[in-house]
T-cell receptor, first 114, second 116 residues
Framework: KQEVTQIPAALSVPEGENLVLNCSFT??????LQWFRQDPGKGLTSLLL?????REQTSGRLNASLDKSSGRSTLYIAASQPGDSATYLC?????????????FGEGTQLTVNP | GAGVSQSPRYKVTKRGQDVALRCDPI?????LYWYRQALGQGPEFLTY????????KSGLPNDRFSAERPEGSISTLTIQRTEQRDSAMYRC??????????????FGPGTRLLVL
């Protein structure tokens, strides 16, 4: 059974700092990995999707990397802003036996202080 | 529609009552997913559909939970004889078509269920 772990569970940083969120998964047979942002009262917003054949994806100040063989992904946020405060969730879509379900980690709650 | 919509947004019910949660996916999306999210946890998979066919219901916790998508668009998740442990956020997602490494699931705002 696929398990996804995110470290740290919570993070508080001053505005402007660069930061790294970590995600690990137990079964390397994945189709893709997604990073989502969750804001209170709203749905999950997909930030980046990395296919299993890819090593990284970038969108603006966000960069996500994937090391499938070691079962790890990192989300790098450059020059953090108070508007980045949210919970960040990592999710993997497993291989053939897992169907299309996403398996999520428990999330990292990020607070960026002005 | 512009995004995935869910109704009601909040539902308070008494233990033992049945509830029906509705999901309206993005227009044209073939695949629809249901997840349940407890406070402080990530979402957990419940079930998913391609068109009207339920492809995987292995995540449904017991036979009090059922889902349908009769016309391949709107879906209803029904919980019979609710229990307090059913209290959670229920999230719906849709995608263009399940499968393929580039598939992105788009999530709705969720229905917060509280069973008293």
């Amino acid at each position: 059974k696929q398990e996804v772990t995110q470290i740290p569970a919570a993070l508080s940083v001053p505005e402007g700092e660069n930061l790294v969120l970590n995600c690990s998964f137990t079964d390397s047979a994945i189709y893709n990995l997604q990073w989502f942002r969750q804001d209170p009262g709203k749905g999950l917003t997909s930030l980046l999707l990395i296919q299993s054949s890819q090593r990284e994806q970038t969108s603006g100040r966000l960069n996500a990397s994937l090391d499938k063989s070691s079962g790890r992904s990192t989300l790098y946020i450059a020059a953090s802003q108070p508007g980045d405060s949210a919970t960040y969730l990592c999710a993997v879509r497993g291989g053939e036996t897992s169907g299309s379900r996403l398996t999520f980690g428990e999330g990292t709650q990020l607070t960026v202080n002005p | 529609g512009a995004g995935v919509s869910q109704s009601p947004r909040y539902k308070v019910t008494k233990r033992g009552q049945d509830v029906a949660l509705r999901c309206d996916p993005i227009s044209g999306h073939v695949s629809l997913y249901w997840y349940r999210q407890a406070l402080g946890q990530g979402p957990e998979f419940l079930t998913y559909f391609n068109y009207e066919a339920q492809q995987d219901k292995s995540g449904l916790p017991n036979d009090r939970f059922s889902a349908e998508r009769p016309e391949g668009s709107i879906s209803t998740l029904t919980i019979q004889r609710t229990e307090q442990r059913d209290s959670a956020m229920y999230r719906c997602a849709s995608s263009l078509l399940a499968g393929g490494p580039g598939e992105t699931q788009y999530f709705g705002p969720g229905t917060r269920l509280l069973v008293l």
